[in-house]
């Protein structure tokens, strides 16, 4: 049978691709993912199993409950959530060892970790290469090659730009790339779209970007070529000015304009143009210079820096892409826009609540077609227009993925309306409870907060579904108290109180 993923041939039987690592479902070859237990395309159910110690795991398990192997873990580098077997962080790209996690450095050959011997391999043939190789002594293929655009500096192939004269490259042979280049002109490689304020990689027809949540105009997917400049920036259509200052700019204001160098439509709070790069201020709309720092119309910073990172960021940006440190862009108590760090409201006064810590969900999709989002609590799939997880009752800010708690009825981060709070009629009085609730706001009755069933209040399992009520290690099942910080039984140390 042939991998679905690289075409390359397996025998049948096989569930890991001999070439790419793909798996396969046994029976019929399918492609799967790495925690499937049933086939998507024959049915045929498949029981995951330790690396380690081969003992049977379910698919949502993080921890193996008989060797203690970590499958999911934060990278050393950036503390983001890293699977077992990845080789490189899917956030930092630091190299790691797919045994361990340990980090490693670009040339090691043994994991400084646990030892495991790493090997060097050629992309293109597979031939086995040794730290330097500067070309496969194989089929040839160049790892390092003199800038195309200059000459000066020797670059490795999967570079961006070159060191030197900071000329841009394909990534896949090295040629001299152009800014307006989508394909390169030697390998014919396509260029993905990305997003113009975060630099994501978005997808033709998304309509926000899946990282930041900035709207996408569809032009941006359709522009090949620098535009042509059409009307000079003050024709820009006139936006009243805030009465309280540029940082309490009301929601009330036009969300978009026409750009004045293309009229292409701009999103006012992004202050930039998706197709010509034009900005504005995100405060007032006024066209501005490249290298201004401030609005010669309203005196906004059109940027800051981040207080985790010093990475700079624009005046509207709602989370740094580089340590992903989220900020409030709507004042929760009038409703104002905010811009920078908006530690204070300059409208109502209202001090600022600090969301850089606050859970956000990761979107994803199925097949680039279905907008999913990934519960940050328990890990469910459910789709992103949905906003609230159907297993643990979260909800979500469907733009930009921020975690919301029961009294924010609007995201405070992008301003978007949020679900409404999913609630159930009480068993005892039947006023209306929210979901996962463990008591009744109204007649006190204790809850089951998995199936809303009244329980006696020294319970310590529901009768009717059997949650356990209290606090349990993850990792024994043992009961802990609340704001245990290691588990009493088996001694494990828990990343937040329970």
């Known amino acids: 049978m042939n991998c679905p993923s690289c075409g390359v041939k397996n025998e049948l039987g096989v569930d890991l691709c001999s070439n790419c690592d793909q798996a396969l479902c ?6 799967l993912d790495d925690n499937d237990t049933l086939c998507p395309r024959c049915g045929a159910e498949f029981e995951l199993a330790c690396p380690n110690c081969e003992s049977p795991v379910s698919a949502e398990a993080e921890v193996c409950p008989d060797c203690g192997l970590r499958f999911v873990f934060p990278c050393p580098s950036c503390g983001l959530e890293v699977e077992l077997g990845d080789d490189s962080c899917p956030h930092c790209s630091q190299a790691l060892c797919p045994d361990c996690g340990t980090p490693l ?29 500067e070309s496969c002594s194989q089929c040839g293929t160049q790892f390092v090659i003199p800038c195309p655009h200059c000459g000066k500096a020797r670059i490795e192939i999967g570079a961006e730009r070159c060191p030197a004269c900071d ?5 896949q042979c090295g040629a001299a790339l152009t800014e307006a280049d989508t394909e390169c002109p030697n390998c014919g490689i396509d260029y993905e779209f990305v997003c113009p304020m975060c630099a994501a990689e978005i997808s033709p027809g998304d309509a926000s970007c899946a990282n930041c949540g900035s709207r996408l105009d569809p032009q941006i997917f359709q522009q090949e070529e620098e535009p042509e400049p059409a009307a000079p920036p003050d024709t820009a259509p006139a936006l009243e000015q805030p009465a309280q200052g540029a940082a309490a700019a009301s929601l009330s204001h036009p969300e978009s304009i026409a750009c004045p160098r293309c009229h292409g439509t701009i999103w006012i709070e992004e202050g930039l143009c998706p197709l010509c790069g034009q900005l504005i201020c995100p405060g007032c709309g006024t066209g501005v210079e490249e290298q201004a720092d401030t609005c010669p119309k309203c005196r906004l910073s059109l940027s800051f820096p981040c207080p985790d990172c010093g990475f700079e960021l624009m005046a509207s940006a709602a989370v740094c892409p580089n340590c992903n440190h989220s900020f409030l862009r709507v004042c929760p108590h009038c409703q104002q826009r905010l811009f920078g ?5 300059e409208n109502c006064g209202h ?8 859970q956000v969900a990761l979107f994803t999709d199925v097949a680039g077609v279905l907008p999913m989002a990934v519960c940050p609590n328990c890990k469910t799939r459910f789709p992103r227009s949905e906003a609230v997880c159907p297993d643990c009752f979260s909800r979500i800010c469907n733009q930009c993925g921020l975690v919301l708690t029961m009294e924010e009825s609007a995201c405070p981060r992008c301003g978007t309306q949020g679900a409404p709070v999913p609630t159930f009629p009480c068993p005892n009085c039947q006023a209306k409870v929210p979901r996962g609730s463990v008591e009744c706001p109204t007649c006190q009755a204790i809850l089951c907060p998995d199936c809303g069933g009244v329980l006696d209040p020294e319970a310590t399992e529901c009768f009717r579904c059997g949650a356990k009520i209290g606090f349990y290690c993850p990792d024994c099942g043992g009961e802990v108290g609340e704001w245990d910080n290691t588990c009493p039984h088996c001694g494990v140390v828990f990343e937040e109180s329970l």
Do not use: H, W, Y
């Not at 994991?111 to 043939?125: I, N, T, V």
């Not at 001090?351 to 606050?358: G, L, N, P, S, T």
């Open 26 to 31: 046994p029976e019929c070859g399918a492609s």
């Open 105 to 133: 450095g670009e040339d090691d050959t043994a994991c400084p970790g646990c030892s495991a011997q790493l090997e060097l391999f050629c992309p293109d043939c597979n031939a086995p290469l040794k730290p330097g190789d």
């Open 167 to 171: 000329g841009n490259l394909c990534l």
């Open 341 to 345: 760090t908006a530690e204070r409201c």
């Open 351 to 358: 001090v600022m609540e600090d969301i850089a810590d606050r």
